[in-house]
């Protein structure tokens, strides 16, 4: 007892002769940085003439016709059996007819749309519909299920489509919502101009959702009317991702993990995507050496040949892009220098089917890149950033004020420099959220690199913003 009384003892004078001693050299305050806030800045008083309306170029104009003739409503015939609905909407759907009832492999995003599409179908066939598919669990993919619907009619997804689905609707679904409806273009339309070019992505509002009846893991096999469904959990462009396999027609239906445009590795307002398990999935594909690729957006592909030389150019162009830009990162580069250096080869980028439409490499890199890394560069700066309405108002400043900026970004505009427009007019409406002619100044840049852009969603995305900014002025086009 006495000893421990004295261990005790001596226990607390080594502590007390440590905190001493490391006062000399450590301070107990908490330091707090020095965060001074930089004056208010005036509004700018420049006059600003709008540019004339951006011209759409020929090629442009060759792309959105090449588009809209993807996205006219067709009913495609693949076998006596197997029926692609594509062009009514964002998303296919398909029909497989067997003697005991239907399958269909997707429902496109909305019940207007779905309903079309089955009366479409009823044409061809009146028999049962007894199971839905979801290839995955994207909008554009599961919202006309409704209209599918009947007693005992069993909907399939994998266990991950269906996590997907309740992040998508339920733990995120503002946050989804507002990120389709700036990729479609759709952002504060009574500010948005008027424009050719009509969006293929419908709202996505008033949606009713199917879930799924029978889950799986990685494989799901069923039989109907002597035709046998191999089901296959395949990630790429979703994790919960799927594809159909029906081997007695060499048909595959593989979702959205290929369609006719370089893919969307990343979408730029979403998660990260398994960009590796994308180019492993389209691998297991061409093993299969299909007769018929039917997929979730543009035509089919038909005929082995053509089925096993796209796919295997998709998995080459995925993989180079997700290779390069692990080079990068191993080598130090930053994230833009990714994004500004790294592009297909020749031999990849000049291929029909991989037109960057849809998605694009530079894209690509950014989500890959964010998705091997963390958030933090190493260069102390960005480990505690200022609030960027201080940096914005000490360099409008320095710059000698708000007017200054905006003269150099007019002329700039003149000159077609538009992104140079937008990051400097940024710093005027960061520093001073109400300069409505920093706004308006951007809006417009914005909506020449919008018809600019030849990409579906970059067009949208630069339109959404432009409206956005106007909103934000509340000066109507
Ligand atoms: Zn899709």
């Known amino acids: 007892m006495k000893g421990k009384v004295i261990i005790a003892v001596e226990f607390v004078i080594i502590v007390v002769l440590l905190i001493v001693l490391s006062t000399q050299f450590v301070s107990f ?54 029926y692609l609905a594509r062009g009514f909407s964002l998303g296919n759907s398909i029909m497989v007819i067997t003697e005991e009832g239907l399958v269909i492999i997707d429902t496109t ?28 669990g994207h909008p554009d993919h599961i919202y006309g299920a409704p209209v599918f619907m009947a007693e005992g009619v069993q909907v399939i997804a994998t266990r991950a489509a269906v996590e997907f689905m309740k992040r998508q609707d339920q733990w995120l679904g503002a946050y989804h919502l507002r990120s389709r409806t700036i990729q479609a273009g759709r952002a504060a339309p009574e500010f948005a101009t008027k424009t050719v070019f009509s969006s293929p992505f419908p709202p996505w509002q008033n949606k ?18 002597g035709k046998r469904f191999e089901l296959y959990h395949a990630m790429g462009e979703t994790p919960g991702h799927l594809m159909v396999w029906m081997p007695g027609e060499r048909a595959l239906f593989p979702g959205d993990l290929y369609y006719a445009s370089f893919p969307n590795l990343s979408t730029p307002m979403l998660e990260s995507r398994p960009v590796k398990e994308w180019y492993e999935s389209l691998d297991r594909m061409v093993a299969l050496n299909p007769d018929y690729v ?4 543009t035509r089919a592909l038909s005929g082995r040949e053509e089925a096993v030389d796209v796919l295997s150019h998709h998995s080459q162009a995925i993989r180079y892009v997700y290779d390069e830009t692990l080079k990068a990162i191993n080598a130090g580069k930053t994230l833009d220098e990714a994004a500004h250096t790294i592009t297909l080869p020749e031999r990849l980028a000049k291929r029909w089917h991989l037109q960057e439409l849809y998605g694009r490499v530079d894209w690509s890199v950014r989500g890959i890149y964010r998705k091997e890394t963390g958030w933090y560069d190493g260069h102390g700066t960005g480990l505690n950033p200022l609030p960027p309405g201080h940096r914005a108002r000490e360099m409008v400043q320095l710059a000698g004020g708000a007017d200054k900026i905006l003269i150099r970004a007019i002329a700039l505009q003149k000159a077609g420099e ?19 002619t920093a706004r308006i100044i951007k809006a417009n840049s914005l909506e020449y690199l919008g018809y600019q852009s030849g990409n579906l969603n970059m067009f949208g995305f630069y339109r959404s913003a432009a409206s956005l900014e106007r909103q934000a002025a509340d000066i109507k086009p």
Not at 294 to 297: D, L, R, W
Request: charged share 30%; aromatic share 8%; net charge negative.
């Open 29 to 82: 305050k908490t330091i707090r940085p020095v965060v001074r806030e930089p004056a208010a800045i005036s509004e700018s008083e420049v006059s600003y003439t709008p540019p004339p309306p951006p011209r759409i170029d020929l090629e442009t104009v060759k792309k959105a016709r090449a588009l809209r003739a993807e996205f006219s409503p067709k009913i495609d015939k693949i076998t006596d059996e197997i």
């Open 208 to 225: 009713q959702m199917i879930w799924p009846t029978i889950t799986f893991e990685d494989e799901y096999v069923f039989e109907l009317g």
């Open 418 to 436: 538009h992104q140079l427009v937008c990051e400097l007019t940024d710093m005027v409406i960061t520093a001073n959220p109400n300069d409505r």
């Open 294 to 297: 039917i997929p979730g957006h």
């Open 109 to 136: 995003g909305n019940a207007q749309v779905a309903e079309k599409i089955l009366s479409e179908f009823r044409k061809i066939t009146d028999k049962p519909i007894r199971y839905i598919i979801y290839t995955h």
